[in-house]
Each structure stands twice: as C-alpha cells, then as structure tokens.
C-alpha cells in the first residue's frame, strides 16, 4: 500500500500551522495533524518557560553539588556546559518547530533560545538567592558559576514545557 504525505505551512485564525496530511494511493485522506507553528512569543509561552525552568531549577538549585561545582570548576568548563546546553536547546527546539520554515523565522527561533536561556537562569539565580547560596557582590564568579550550572536542567525542562501547545 503506498501512502504519500505531504506537509503545508498554513494559517489558521491568524496563526501559522503546519499541516501534514497522509493519504492512501487513491488520494483518501488517512490522517491530518494540524500544529502550531510558535512564530512569536506569547504570554503564555513566557509563562509555560517559567514553569518548565522552575520543574527543575528548584531541585538543581538546591543541591550542594551545584554550590560545590559553582566554586570549584574553571571556566572553562563552565563555558562548555553553557555552549553545550545552547546546542541541545536550539537542535531540540529546530527539529521540533522550526527545520520545515527556518528561513522565514530563523529571527524567532534564535529569540526563542535565548529567552529560554534567559529566564532559566533568572529562575536559578532567584531560587539561589532565596536560599543564600547567590553571592553576587561578595563573589560574583561563584554566584555566575552557579547560575550556568543550575541552569543546565531547569533550561531543558523549560524548552520540554515550551514544545507543548
């Protein structure tokens, strides 16, 4: 049996969506998945980022292994884990929403990364600070380390969080 699927950007009540229809080789339809294509960035998807970052920040922010690791490793695997984790993100985020269109929305997409990036590490810096473990006057080496550590996980939840509709 020969199934051919085809894939068209459309909008939908002002909204891009991406349409995939499957059809059998008489040309009926089988199935049709319709999803949003995030081509800006909502409230809600502010507020869904936030919540993603905080599944895991609050955990991670918490440890004494990130406290310990935040004074202890160099630079320069702090900067692997943050380049690292910019790599994972973005790869996570084209392959789920953006590879079909990322010429049209390559400026969405990039905003898109960093306000992930972002606001995981304001939610780490904020759950550091509420426990004391945030020293950003006395040793703001430290307190960055730990901000980029904790950030690690709390920024693949947010973008997990992000991907729902």
Same mark, same amino acid.
């Given at each position: 049996m020969k199934i051919n699927s085809q894939t068209v950007t459309s909008?939908?009540?002002?909204?891009l969506h991406r349409i995939t229809t499957i059809k059998d080789k008489d040309g009926n339809i089988l199935k049709q998945e319709v999803?949003?294509?995030?081509?800006?960035?909502?409230i809600?998807?502010?507020?869904q980022i936030l919540v993603g970052a905080s599944?895991?920040?609050?955990?991670s922010a918490l440890t004494q292994e990130v406290w310990d690791m935040g004074a202890a490793?160099?630079?320069?695997? @702090? !900067?692997?884990?943050l380049l690292i984790e910019y790599l994972i993100i973005g790869?996570?985020?084209?392959? /789920?929403?953006?590879?079909?269109?990322?010429?049209?929305?390559k400026g969405v997409y990039a905003k898109r990364v960093l306000v992930i990036m972002l606001l995981s590490g304001l939610i780490i810096g904020l759950f550091l600070a509420l426990v004391g473990?945030?020293?950003?006057?006395?040793?703001?080496?430290?307190?960055?380390?730990? @901000? !980029?550590?904790g950030m690690l996980p709390a920024a693949m939840s947010a973008t997990v969080m992000?991907?729902? /509709?």
């Open positions: 909008e939908i009540d002002g909204v999803s949003r294509i995030k081509d800006n960035l909502t809600q998807d502010i507020m599944i895991l920040a609050i955990p490793l160099p630079w320069i695997n @702090i !900067i692997a884990m790869m996570f985020l084209y392959f /789920k929403a953006y590879s079909e269109n990322i010429k049209v929305h473990q945030l020293p950003l006057f006395d040793n703001t080496d430290v307190a960055i380390k730990r @901000i !980029i550590i992000d991907s729902l /509709k």
